[in-house]
C-alpha cells in the first residue's frame, strides 16, 4: 500500500523490504511529483506504475490536483486517462 510519507515529502510502497518512492513538491493546490525510483531489484514488476496509481489515488482523497515533473508520471498519466480528473 502506497503512503505519503510527509516528513520526506515523498510517496512510498515497500515492496521485498526496500521501498519505491516518488518525491513530491506542493504547490498552490497541487502535488509536483518530480521523480521517481524503483530499486533495480524491482524493476519490469509494475511496481512504479503500482506506486503511481496510489500517489494519484492520495492526491485526488485529498482534493488535490496532480502536476507531472518526472516523465514516468507523464507517460503513465498519458496511459490512464481515469486520473485526467486529477491533472492540473
Do not use: W
Request: proline share 3%; hydrophobic share 45%.
Amino acid at each position: 500500500m502506497v503512503r505519503n510519507n510527509t516528513a520526506l515529502s515523498r510517496y512510498e510502497l515497500d515492496v521485498d523490504g526496500t521501498i519505491a518512492f516518488a518525491n513530491y513538491r506542493l504547490g498552490p493546490g497541487t502535488v509536483i511529483i518530480t521523480h521517481t525510483e524503483t530499486p533495480r531489484a524491482l524493476r519490469g514488476r509494475g511496481i512504479a506504475s503500482q506506486l503511481v496509481e496510489g500517489a494519484l489515488k492520495h492526491i485526488r482523497a485529498d482534493g488535490l490536483k496532480v502536476v507531472a515533473a518526472c516523465g514516468f508520471v507523464v507517460d503513465y498519466l498519458d496511459k490512464h486517462p481515469e486520473f485526467a480528473d486529477v491533472v492540473a
